[in-house]
């Protein structure tokens, strides 16, 4: 109990508690920022490293490995995961190498090399780690999964700020921030801010009628590519 007395308090807080989607979304820039604080409410007054993680909803994923067989690209292996997270980047103060040892980092998904991504079934540990190091490239380059060594900084030890891009392609939901006050390899503070991402205006509109409605939706989709295939046709006639 005096051990933990001793641990320091994190204040977190975000720019923004909510993120509106809508025609014309180009992406936003997320802030994340906090202090760290003694329990007797004065600064902390020692050395800390800060890992910021967001991560977005989970979801569902399948993932089909494209092979080039007789100068055709076709689907070879495939498998499924239970769990992926939508959106997930780290900002630390420092490498995460150099804060935690690998076991510490795991535990915690201090990084893009330690995401927890649950397969369905049963897979062999290289082709797991095979597809993962896959989900984690296509998303790297999507711009939905990043980690930045030194996207952390913080002031005499006192106040932290991380900068954390959202892109166009994030998906609604709720999003978790969690910021880590680590020192000599060891996990002593965590805090954890929420940000809604949700659409708005027509786009909601949209979204929750495919939603509801999948089978009227299905239909309107292949009447309306149907009605504009033909108007064109018509137009072109005309020429």
Same mark, same amino acid.
Do not use: C
């Given at each position: ?7 320091? !308090?994190?204040?977190p807080?975000?720019s923004q ?7 014309? =979304? ?21 050395d800390?490293d !800060?890992?910021v993680?967001?991560?977005g909803?989970t ?9 080039? $067989?007789?100068? !055709?690209? &076709? ?6 995961? *239970? ?9 630390? %103060?420092?490498? &995460?190498? /150099?804060?935690v040892?690998? *076991? ?5 998904? +201090? ?8 397969? &369905?079934?049963? !897979? ?7 597809? %993962?190091?896959?989900?984690?490239? +296509?998303?790297?380059?999507?711009? +939905?999964f ?5 996207? @952390?900084? @913080? %002031? ?7 900068? &954390?891009?959202?892109?166009?392609s ?13 020192? /000599?390899?060891?996990? $002593? ?7 809604e991402?949700?659409?708005?205006? =027509?786009?909601? =509109? @949209?979204?929750? =009628? ?5 089978l009227?939706?299905? +239909?309107l @989709? ?6 504009m295939g ?8 005309? $020429?």
């Amino acid at each position: 109990m005096l051990g933990a007395a001793r641990d320091p !308090i994190l204040v977190p807080e975000v720019s923004q508690h909510e993120i509106q989607v809508q025609q014309g =979304f180009t992406g936003t820039e997320l802030l994340l920022f906090g202090a760290i604080l003694d329990p007797s409410g004065t600064r902390a007054g020692r050395d800390y490293d !800060i890992v910021v993680v967001l991560k977005g909803p989970t979801q569902a994923v399948r993932l089909r490995e494209k092979q080039k $067989i007789a100068g !055709i690209w &076709i689907n070879a292996d495939s498998t499924a995961l *239970r769990s992926a997270p939508s959106f997930f980047a780290v900002a630390s %103060s420092r490498p &995460i190498d /150099k804060i935690v040892d690998d *076991r510490t980092a795991a535990i915690y998904e +201090l990084g893009l090399n330690w995401l927890q991504l649950s397969p &369905i079934g049963a !897979i062999d540990p290289k082709e797991q780690a095979r597809f %993962s190091a896959g989900l984690v490239d +296509l998303r790297q380059r999507e711009g +939905l999964f990043s980690e930045h060594s030194d996207g @952390v900084v @913080v %002031s005499e030890q006192v106040l932290y700020q991380a900068r &954390i891009n959202l892109p166009s392609s994030v998906q609604t939901g709720t999003y978790t921030a969690e910021t880590f006050a680590i020192t /000599k390899g060891r996990v $002593i503070a965590s805090a954890t801010a929420k940000v809604e991402v949700r659409k708005i205006g =027509f786009e909601r =509109f @949209v979204a929750q =009628f495919a939603e509801q409605q999948s089978l009227f939706y299905g +239909l309107l @989709v292949v009447a309306f590519s149907v009605g504009m295939g033909w108007l064109a046709g018509r137009l072109f006639a005309l $020429i």
